[in-house]
């Protein structure tokens, strides 16, 4: 019988170098709720194009082609608020494209996040994966700052689970998650579809949110992964 691979075990399988960051264009700051169905330009989204990846709007849905990963099989793409919110939702469609090339000892995921850190801080914030390759998903604590989780690309899986609920390449999920601030910490909640598949609490949590938007991570060049109707806003009490 063969074990499923964890989420930061499968991502150390794939890469030995990583440089990880948020994409470099300068993003737009508003207020929440932040809604695009990406009909129209890509006003407010990074759309870089160098190297690593190729960021942008086509066909109705903003696009992420990895081009390289040998550095950067990380990345952030956020939208940022004028004030940080204690609880918050954040959600996307989400579409693995068909690809060719990928083998055993690759790994892919995409997602949607929130985070508490400002653009010019090392990153803090929680991601909110599905992984169609290894049917799975996963809650993750994402902190830069904590040097212990160095060879783990920084991340801790607080979730890390199969589901039939996550889409197979080629298929739509609807991903959401929800990140709620209180005196005990961070409850961290995910659906796919509209079903509940996941939740956490992170009692040393952060506790605001001033940043939501898409985390793409691959080990094949060629990945592309496609996001519509993304929607971030606060969650009442």
């Not at 579409?95 to 949607?112: C, D, I, K, N, R």
């Not at 212990?148 to 890390?160: G, P, S, T, V, W």
Request: glycine share 10%; with cysteine.
């Amino acid at each position: 019988m063969t074990m499923r691979r964890g989420f930061v075990s499968a991502l150390l399988t794939g890469v030995l170098v990583v440089l990880l960051g948020a994409c470099a264009d300068e993003v737009a700051r508003g207020d929440l709720p932040i809604s695009d169905d990406f009909s129209g330009d890509c006003d407010g989204w990074s759309e870089d194009n160098d190297e690593h990846i190729a960021l942008g709007c086509e066909d109705g849905a903003y696009r992420a082609v990895f081009k390289r990963t040998d550095e950067r099989p990380h990345h952030m793409i956020p939208r940022r608020t004028e004030e940080p919110s204690r609880s918050v939702s954040v959600e996307a469609d989400a579409t693995l494209q068909p690809f060719t090339g990928a083998t055993g000892e690759s790994f892919e995921a995409h997602g949607v996040g929130c985070w508490s850190s400002p653009a010019d801080e090392l990153a803090q914030g929680y991601l909110f994966l599905v992984s169609p390759s290894e049917q799975a998903f996963a809650i993750i604590r994402h902190d830069e700052t904590d040097e212990r989780l160095r060879n783990q690309f920084y991340f801790r899986a607080l979730i890390d689970e199969e589901s039939d609920a996550v889409a197979a390449v080629g298929e739509t999920n609807r991903l959401r998650g929800e990140c709620r601030a209180s005196d005990d910490g961070v409850e961290l909640t995910m659906y796919l579809d509209g079903q509940q598949v996941g939740t956490a609490t992170d009692p040393d949590g952060f506790r605001a949110f001033e940043a939501f938007g898409f985390v793409v991570i691959s080990t094949k060049a060629g990945t592309e992964i496609g996001f519509d109707n993304f929607e971030a806003d606060e969650l009442g009490e």
